[in-house]
């Protein structure tokens, strides 16, 4: 078994004194993966959660592609993610009507569709 691995993340807020900064440290696996969202920087959903960094730059990727939309796997290309993260960070889009998911086995895309519902209010976006 491999020998675990110690992830230290020491976060002091702009301005802050050092002695306020938070420490955190994580054991893990080689191999294992780490995202951390900050919900000022990275924008907040709804429910008060982060919503991913890279969702601005996906959404205007959907919107550039027209009615023929983007595959899953188009967008985690262009942010640098795999597909599961973006189909994900997506769903909460999906359900405040920001984008359609058009579901087609191989062939399934986001859109923004011109004649879909208006974004419900709140959703963060």
Not at 39 to 62: F, M, N, Y
Request: hydrophobic residues 40%; charged residues 20%; contains cysteine.
């Amino acid at each position: 078994m491999a020998e675990p691995v110690i992830v230290t993340v020491r976060y002091t807020l702009p301005g802050a004194p050092d002695t306020d900064s938070l420490h955190l440290e994580l054991h893990t696996r080689p191999g294992a993966h780490l995202s951390i969202m900050f919900g000022e920087a990275a924008g907040s959903k709804r429910d008060g959660t982060a919503a991913p960094v890279w969702l601005p730059q996906a959404l205007a990727a959907i919107r550039d592609a027209g009615p023929d939309g983007l595959k899953p796997s188009q967008i985690a290309e262009l942010v640098g993610r795999d597909r599961r993260t973006i189909r994900l960070g997506l769903r909460n889009a999906v359900e405040c009507n920001e984008v359609t998911y058009r579901s087609n086995g191989p062939h399934s895309v986001y859109v923004c569709d011109a004649g879909a519902a208006a974004p419900r209010s709140g959703c963060g976006f």
